[in-house]
């Protein structure tokens, strides 16, 4: 175990000694020079101005947004949704570093379950092309598809048997419960399994890696009919449904690239939409689009357009997608499928049209404005107040407050209605929609957790400070150990003063023994719970703004301020309760005890 672990920590010295962190990130996103650093806008939260840092000097990332970071290893991981193993090999390619240990790769369910899911895969594939999957085959060029689109989506068939692919598997040497858990079969209630898809068009769902990792599959035509029309892989260890998207592997660069993503209905959709050179198109998979979804997608670009088709366009109108996308700040719009019922039929007759569409989307909310315009009479009392009503529905969903402000200006005007009369009938929407008590006690708990991440925040800063200065330590820092109380950092601070007893000063030299010495217990599989993880953040975290510190010994001693008002604050509400309860039989030492906080407060105050 110890070998195989040395082994695997000079393989992981070696890729990151071949790869930069900036060099890793830029792939993803858009990094801008920052002094000595890199920043971009967060991956992982919204946020509007930029605080994901990159440091090439420590070979690290944090974003002080969402207080995440890490090394390449966990930025891939966490961006591709990957597990260490399959980071380790995606990024081991990318540096040309071979892989002595593939015992290593290859263990764990996790790519035994993939394993699987690859030669099914290949299964599918083979029997679309014997006499068997014929007809399926049929099926599918008369959807217009052409046969680069079949092998390009690997898509297959799944034969008319119960056990066929999994007897296929166990002779390959899989077991039954793996081949369960890969979602493949089907337990039985009288014991023993039976293949999930049988006599279905199958559709492989990669990952965005391009690895397979489920199936939705399609009913044959003809066959029949009470079976379910579509099928699809339940959850597993490498499958989640409400996460993952359809074509996304294919489309991601491309989606970048345009700045676009496309949402159409199904997975035909998506195939020939690339078909007709709309290579951004992706779709769910046997979900409605959720939050995390659109999270997903946020990550290479903002801008989302639903298609619709031009009749049900109305209908879909309150699409809770299209919510959550507009509660995600996205850009939304709206492409219209010109002929046919879907983008999978309007290629077929015209991909002319799909691509024209495709490339013109229309911002959403002027496609509201439009449709709900035209279905109502906006001259009559009744009609103002239909169209009000539909339109503040939508509006209400908007989060960005400029944008919603536009839109009910532009409401305002289009009805001839005082727009004080239209903000009052929105506030009123917005009352009903949130249950008034859940939402005052979600802001309670949210302050609370603010402050409590307020205080963190100070803690680290100030230790961020001491490793940057350590020559202030005796006058700044040497009193701080009823404040700095966070676990790590706390720990961190002790070893760090005693340090500073053994001399009584505090050298960068030592500084730099000590630190070397934490980093031996560095454990890059769990880099946030290690020692030298927190001390490279926190000095990075006050690094990074010391281009705006022009006293960098006033700006340590705010810190030290603030977060001594914040505990004394704490400790006050703490005897206050307690002498509320202790009512008329308060004891003086309590009062004495507040009384010294309220005074050391003041002191602080002035
Ligand atoms: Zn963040």
Known sequence: MLILSFMLNSQVDEIKSRLTVEDVISGYLQIQRAGRNWKAKCPFHNEKTPSFMVSPEKQM??????????DIFTFVMKMEGLEFPEALKLLAEKAGVQLENRNFENSGKKSKVLEILNIARKFYEECLKIKAGKKAYEYLTNRGLTKDMIEKFQLGYAPDSWDLQSGFLKKKGFKESDIFAAGQTIKKDSGGY?????????????????QTIGFSSRVMPGADESQAKYINTPETIVYNKSRVLYGLDKARSVIREKDLSIMVEGNMD?????????????????TALTAEQ????????????FSFDADAAGMRAMDRGIEMALAEEMNVSVVIIPE???????????PRLWINSASNPRPIMEFYFESVFSKYDSREVEGKKKIAEELLNVISKISNKIEQNHYLKMLSEKLS??????????????KKQSNFRNQASADNQEKKEAIATRENQLQKRILGFIILFPHFFGDLFSDLDNFLLDEKIGKLYKMIKELYN???KLTAENLAILKKEISKEY???NQKDSLSYFWDTAALGVELDLENIDNAQREAETCIVNLKKIALKKKLKELEVEMKKEGSNVSQQKVEEFNKCVAGLNSLES
């Open 417 to 430: 209605i005082d727009e004080k009369a239209i903000f009052e009938s929105l506030s009123e929407i917005e």
């Open 194 to 210: 039976y293949d999930r898809f049988r006599n279905r068009i199958m559709f492989p769902i990669n990952n965005i890696s391009g």
């Open 340 to 350: 046919g019922k879907d983008p999978a039929d309007c290629v077929k007759t015209n």
């Open 61 to 70: 990332w944090y974003c002080f947004g969402c207080n995440t970071g890490g």
């Open 270 to 286: 998506v195939i020939a939409s690339f078909q007709a050179g709309v290579e951004n198109a992706v779709a769910t998979s046997g």
């Open 294 to 305: 659109i999270r997903v997608i946020k990550r290479y670009t903002k801008n989302i357009a």
């Open 502 to 504: 053994e001399e009584n």
């Open 523 to 525: 454990d890059f599989k």
